[in-house]
């Protein structure tokens, strides 16, 4: 099991940017893959971004797209969340989240795919 603590979120405005944190106990890290979701009022939890273990091959949903850059420092033992260009619907809580694997699946990752969350950071983005 790992344990993660995300940082970084807070209140910005459209344009703006953040990075978000998430910290990782564990020798299991390195071996891992790692996204990040999101949840915004009223709605379901949403994937964002998803890093493989070795950080060579990275997605993001359409949305997020040129936008956001998810990275990982293995040494470390975290993952990082750059959001730039924040528009309002970027408002939510995030989730760091680790995968039950080191690889990325085919498709778009689901929840399904990870094993282990942390308890999220808000980010709110006012126009």
């Known amino acids: 099991q790992v344990q993660l603590v995300e940082s970084g979120g807070g209140l910005v405005q459209a344009g703006g940017s953040l990075r978000l944190s998430c910290a990782a106990s564990?020798?299991?890290?390195?071996?891992?893959?790692m996204g990040w979701f999101r949840q915004a009022p009223g709605k379901e939890r949403e994937f964002v971004a998803a890093?493989?273990?070795?950080?060579?091959?990275?997605t993001y949903v359409d949305s997020v797209k040129d936008r956001l850059l998810i990275s990982r420092d293995n040494a470390a033992n975290k993952v990082y969340l750059q959001m730039n260009s924040l528009k309002p619907e970027d408002t939510a809580v995030y989730y760091c989240?680790?995968?039950?694997?080191?690889?990325?699946?085919?498709?778009?990752?689901?929840?399904?795919?990870?094993?282990?969350w942390g308890q999220g950071t808000q980010v709110t983005v006012s126009s």
């Open positions: 564990g020798r299991t890290f390195s071996s891992l893959a």
């Open positions: 890093i493989s273990y070795s950080g060579r091959r990275t």
């Open positions: 989240a680790a995968g039950k694997g080191g690889l990325l699946p085919a498709g778009e990752p689901g929840e399904r795919h990870f094993g282990s």
